[in-house]
């Protein structure tokens, strides 16, 4: 497959995910009840003059009865989209609604996406001027320079509401809250530091401005653009925004400013800065390559020259990622929340200190659990915060609103900013990131050689195709090599354009000894050395098990041709469960603001109390394995002895069991789901034992597990992942009949991550 042709098909994949099942990426959702007529009349006339007339009698109204303090404006002309230039305000939609997506996701912000559709600046400030009530916060997005310094200045002058040009002030926060980290670890003060920027856009100049407000002298930096430095003098691609950061010096090419220079910000591209440059800089020289998609050098670039060198990148994939997603966000989300006028620089000023104050602090086990377990550390490769960092949410925004306080643009102070962390907690959505910390886990961590058993099939393929190009691991198809590529070129891929091996059993040098594995286990259960042969050579259960039972791949995936009890009784036959553990099925119900985690939701029909011990046991160490502290509720449709019924009491008993056998997590029990979930209701039971509400729920049957979280799946807003087969000796997991490709690539990744945990070969 050609570049073109592998471009043609990522194209495709990103079109599809945009335009299905139905197009676009966000919606609306009512905050209010509208099933009765009463409702209606609330919600529209004749209720609705009531709030009329007290915004109409208090603009600053509009806070207490609309939704305008938690709604932001993103706003573009598409004058300068990603790295695409300026391909007009339609084209711009999609990058908005993402941006949009992103304060949902992040800050529980929602928003509007706007495209404007002129290149006239003028024309561009007369519209958002004539809506911008509309919104608590107005971000303004991908407007090219220099329009976007006039356009923002005029509008934040013109409104009575924070604006934000984020490409301006994004990167500039972020990377300022590096350099203040960058200075604390090789014992600098900001203000002594010699400070080169290469790139005079919107976020070069950005950046320089805000960190000269943090404190870098401005005769210590220089402003390098793609005319050479920008000297006092110069006529040459000049214009007022460049000329306030024009400097008085003899140096006049990048080579030349950063002889002894402590610091490179590039903001540039691919290239730039080379490693005679590099070279040529002060001990512990700190290097900001930010260009996108490639930096301007990198990392392993500089290490060659430079061993004592500070490093951070805009890439995911190397220590201290640049992420814009690390502020906008927070940064909104605290101004809105006191209602401010403004972002202003004492804000701005406010975001940095947060964020470098955030990464020296000890980091989470949510996090570590993201890059492989390994322990970060505030040092030279943590000096930025992690995106996945959960305490984002409220450990920044009240440092916002306490800088929107002190410098008088908000409109609504907070009284008590304990209580105000409390509320940010609440509104953080652990869901969100589930898979996403569990992917990245994956990703970082040593690639496992996953099999998938139904490997002929154009679902399977296409999954393990996604699996292998998100750098997940290495995939392994069993089936027939002329079929699988068959299959793959008719679905748009070519197999040998990726990483990835095909097994055929009838073919493989390994069937003799899975043979003589298997039919050790199977010879006194009526099985004769033939029919094991048979078994690994026809049933792909049977082989696939045994080569992840032999070390041959590090976790299995199956399911997707054959029902869960068959896939698993073919499985148990070649592999064992853990060690005085049980096999059990663990569903993941990721809700809006929480994710609880139900069991046995496959295996056990009819568990008895011991059963229902053994369940919670192997369910709490899955969950906690998965970044999660495990509070269990023993469920029932009695609470606590009311009614009186016989199932309630083998679930009693259950309990009675776990106070005699003793665990390192709590649980309680009998209680019905809404007990369990819901500490309003726990004031009739003072006496009940958790500290939060439950996020793993034993159910006493396999059917009541079963038929609560389909049924949760169809009514929508809850996204259910598994059931995650726990408790078998190696990692194996089931798919449903007929799943999805991005499902099974789900299951295929939990595999995985499985596979990583238990260090399997």
Known sequence: MTAEERRARADQEALDFHRYPQPGKISIAATKPMATQRDLSLAYSPGVAAPVRKIAADPDA??????????????????????????????????????????????????FDIEVATNDADAFIEVVRHIGATFGGVNLEDISSPDCFRIEAELQDLLDVPVFHDDQHGTAIICSAGLINACEVTGRRIEDVRLVLCGAGAAGLGSITLMKALGVRAENTTLVDIDGVVYRGRTVGMDQWKSVHATDTLHRTLAEALVDADVFIGVSAKGV???????????????????????????????????????????????????????????????????????????????????????????????????????????????????????????????????????????????????????????????????????????????????????????????????NAQGLGIPVLVGREDLIRANALEAGLDATEFDLEIVNARLSDRNGAYVDHLYGRLQREGYLKRDVQRLINLDRN???????????????????????DQCLEEVSRVVDPAPGGRVIGLSALLARGRTIFVADTSVSELPSAEDLVEIACVAAAAVRGLGHTPRVAFLSYSSFGHPYGEQPLRVR???????????????????????????ALWDSYPFQRLSEPANVLIMPAIHSAAISTKLVQALGEVAVVGPILVGLSRPVQVCRLGDSVSRILTMATLAAFEAQQIGGS
Do not use: C
């Open 653 to 679: 008993k259950a309990v009675e069991l776990m106070d005699q056998r003793g665990a390192d997590f709590e649980y309680e029990g009998e209680m019905p789901p809404d007990v369990a979930l819901d500490r």
């Open 273 to 467: 800065l080379t490693q005679a440059m590099v070279a040529s800089m002060a001990p512990n020289p700190v290097i900001f390559a930010m260009a996108n998609p490639d930096p301007e050098i990198t990392p392993e670039e500089v290490l060659e020259v430079r061993q004592d060198a500070i490093i951070a990148t805009g890439r995911s994939d190397y220590p201290n990622q640049v992420n814009n997603i690390l502020g906008f966000p927070y940064i909104f989300r605290g101004a809105l929340d006191v209602q401010a006028r403004s972002i202003n620089h004492e804000m701005k000023i406010a975001a940095a200190q947060a964020l470098a104050m955030l990464a020296r602090e000890d980091v989470p086990d949510e996090v570590a659990m993201a890059y492989q377990g390994r322990k970060l550390k505030f040092g030279r490769d943590y000096i930025i915060p992690s995106p996945f960092d959960p305490r984002l949410i409220w450990f920044v925004p009240p440092f916002i609103a306490e800088a929107a306080m002190r410098s008088g643009v908000a409109r609504r102070p907070i009284a008590d900013m304990n209580a105000y962390r409390a509320q940010l907690r609440r509104r953080l959505d652990p869901s969100a990131g589930f898979l996403q910390t569990i992917t990245e886990a994956v990703r970082s961590g040593p690639r496992k050689r996953i099999v998938f058993a139904e490997g002929e099939e154009a679902a399977v393929i296409r999954a393990a195709h996604a699996f």
């Open 62 to 111: 509009a806070y207490d009865y609309t939704s305008k303090g938690n709604l932001v404006g993103v706003i573009s002309n598409g004058t300068a989209i990603l790295g695409l230039g300026n391909l007009g305000s339609l084209a711009s939609k999609p990058v908005m609604e993402g941006k949009s997506v992103l304060f949902k996701r992040f800050a529980d912000l929602d928003s």
């Open 542 to 564: 049977s082989f696939a098990g045994s080569m992840v039972a032999l070390g041959d791949a590090d976790a299995l995936v199956t399911g997707v041709t054959r029902n869960f």
